[in-house]
């Protein structure tokens, strides 16, 4: 004999998400709430072209450069050289006469925008963005208030000349003087 068996009929279960939507319900503003959100701030530079020196004026001006050594700024005259140095060290720095420096050549130049930053090996990133900031622009007192003045917007970047050692230089300028 064939048993024929009742066949269990199951219902469905329903899933019930009403406690899982209620959290939801909260959560979502609230980390949209304390969410952080980042700004990013792009520099522009302006790299030297490849023919530059192709395409210099018969007119000599201003070709600015801050040379930023480990133990100095130089800031030069690409034509002339070295304007003022000014000795560095990682816990002190003198940016009052720095900036005093950069404001004193704007008033001779007040057309310069571009200034070459040129970088020794091994200066850090903090150093290079405080100097951007410093050379950019800098606050000047105007009879009773202080105002930002733009100084040298346009930088561009590049490496440090290498220095030979200068001991052995200065030792070899005194050998040629004394004979």
């Not at 469905?12 to 209620?22: K, Q, W, Y």
């Not at 949209?32 to 072209?49: G, K």
């Not at 571009?114 to 020794?120: D, K, P, S």
Request: hydrophobic share 45%; aromatic share 6%.
């Amino acid at each position: 004999m064939k048993r024929i068996g009742k066949k269990r009929v199951e219902a469905a279960v329903e899933l019930n998400i009403t406690a899982f939507m209620n959290l939801m319900v909260i959560l979502v503003p609230f980390l949209l709430i304390t969410a952080v959100f980042s700004r990013i701030t792009v520099l522009e530079l302006n790299l030297p072209e490849l023919d530059a020196k192709e395409n210099q004026q018969e007119k000599i001006k201003l070709q600015l450069e801050l040379v930023l050594r480990n133990n100095s700024f130089d800031i030069q005259d690409a034509n002339l050289g070295v304007i003022k140095r000014f000795p560095r060290s990682n816990e002190d720095t003198k940016w009052k006469k720095f900036t005093d420096v950069l404001v004193e050549i704007k008033t001779r130049f007040p057309d310069e925008k571009n200034i070459t930053l040129l970088l020794e090996p091994g200066i850090n990133y903090k150093t290079l963005i405080t100097v951007m900031d410093h050379v950019r622009s800098a606050e000047v007192v105007q009879f009773t208030s202080v105002e930002t003045a733009e100084l040298f917007p346009n930088i561009s970047i590049g490496d440090a000349p290498v220095i030979e050692n200068t001991a052995a230089n200065t030792a070899s300028n005194l050998n040629k003087a004394g004979t």
